[in-house]
């Protein structure tokens, strides 16, 4: 038994199709075949029941599943710890991208101190980087604490939860904004880093909104964003999944968005402060990770995000 075939069933055992695994392992479909029967071979064990389309996990392959990805945990920890701060792996960030965009950088400088390693991160919603932290394909998790409190279907009592601070969010404006034109051509300027306008501005104009949560990934329709159509309804004239449209129609000026307060550092935006809104929506972010398999990186990357000067 070896950890390449090893490898190979974990990602086998992962993915629809072994022909979807060789991609993904840049092999041969016949390679991946080979290993898979070495490793029955080895284990003296079916793993797999086989037709004529597909392989699907037996009992046997299941429990065999568990053993793989703890074992190539435990390797990759021996790998990271041996090569000390020299060290070359990877750090496999998962979660939605609107945190993994808020807390790269962040990420990254906390990363500092092994520079041959790399950062990976994988855009998924929070239900979806969990399973990949169960599955070991990621080291870590950026979730809310939302998910947490729901404990999830992939929680794990072995698992510690790190909080990286609260994400606001705020109604937003793209510099060639009626709003924002206006406000430029009559010298009102901004306060304390805002332009102030009235409710009633603000739903004269159009929206753009995810149709799905940007965290959770549900579909929710108007209430996706976080914004109280119940207190204000307003006109979402643009529906749009996709993080970068979606910034691309705000930044044109055709329409507003609610969006977490990280995205200010965009140059092109500007925050709008709604006078009379009674309401506020935030949420607050953890680092999630399995601290029976961490490796001694991992443990000085949490220690590190605790440090408050460096920051998202």
Known sequence: MNLIDLKIFACVARQPSLGAAAQELHLT???VSKALRRLEGDLDTVLF???AKQLNLNASGQRMLEFARNMLAMAEQARADMGGE???FSCRVAGPAILLWRHASQLASAMATYPAADLHMSSMYEEDALAALARGEANTALVTVEVLDGRAAYWSPEWQSLPLGALNLQLLAGLQHPLVLSALEQGTGTQAGALQVSSGQ??????????????CGKQ??????GWRDDQLPRKIAYWMDDLQLLLSMLKSGKALAYLPDFALADPE?????VVDCGFSCSEEVHLVWNASTAAQWQLELVTALKDPSIKA
Do not use: I, N, W, Y
């Not at 935006?269 to 402060?273: C, N, P, Q, S, T």
């Open 29 to 31: 479909p016949s390679a």
């Open 49 to 51: 029941d086989r037709s």
């Open 86 to 88: 020299q060290a070359s």
């Open 202 to 215: 603000v739903l004269a104009h159009d929206f753009v909104s995810p149709t799905r949560s940007l965290f």
């Open 220 to 225: 929710r329709g108007k209430r996706s964003d």
């Open 269 to 273: 935006l500007v925050r709008l402060e």
